[in-house]
């Protein structure tokens, strides 16, 4: 199983930018799908941006399109999400998921621990 960290959150104004890095380990991630997603206050998890192995394909949700960015360094078994123009709203902890085994039913192999994003208005 691939153990994943994240990094990079903090408190940001609005407007302004973050990139958060999940960094793999236990197995390398090169063959595995890889997302982000997150989850607010009171809200449920939300898919966020969704990448294919070798980083050709990436998916996003509305809210993330045109602001966010998912990369992946295989060599470096990390997968990135820069954010920019970031909205109050955007205001969550943050999770990556490696190794997607079901999209219908959202079933990952692995889940980071979350990291906190907070936006200021």
């Known amino acids: 199983q691939v153990q994943l960290v994240e990094s990079g959150g903090g408190l940001v104004q609005a407007g302004g930018s973050l990139r958060l890095s999940c960094a793999a380990s236990g197995r390398t991630i090169a063959s595995y799908s890889m997302g982000w997603f997150r989850q607010a206050p009171g809200k449920e998890r939300e898919f966020v941006a969704v990448?294919?192995?070798?980083?050709?394909?990436?998916y996003y949700a509305d809210s993330a399109k045109g602001r966010f960015t998912i990369s992946r360094d295989n060599a470096k078994n990390t997968v990135y999400l820069q954010m920019n123009s970031l909205k109050p709203e955007d205001t969550a902890v943050y999770y990556c998921?490696?190794?997607?085994?079901?999209?219908?039913?959202?079933?990952?192999?692995?889940w980071g621990q979350g990291i906190q994003v907070t936006v200021s208005s």
């Open positions: 990448i294919n192995g070798n980083g050709a394909t990436t």
């Open positions: 998921a490696a190794d997607l085994r079901s999209w219908s039913a959202n079933e990952w192999g692995s």
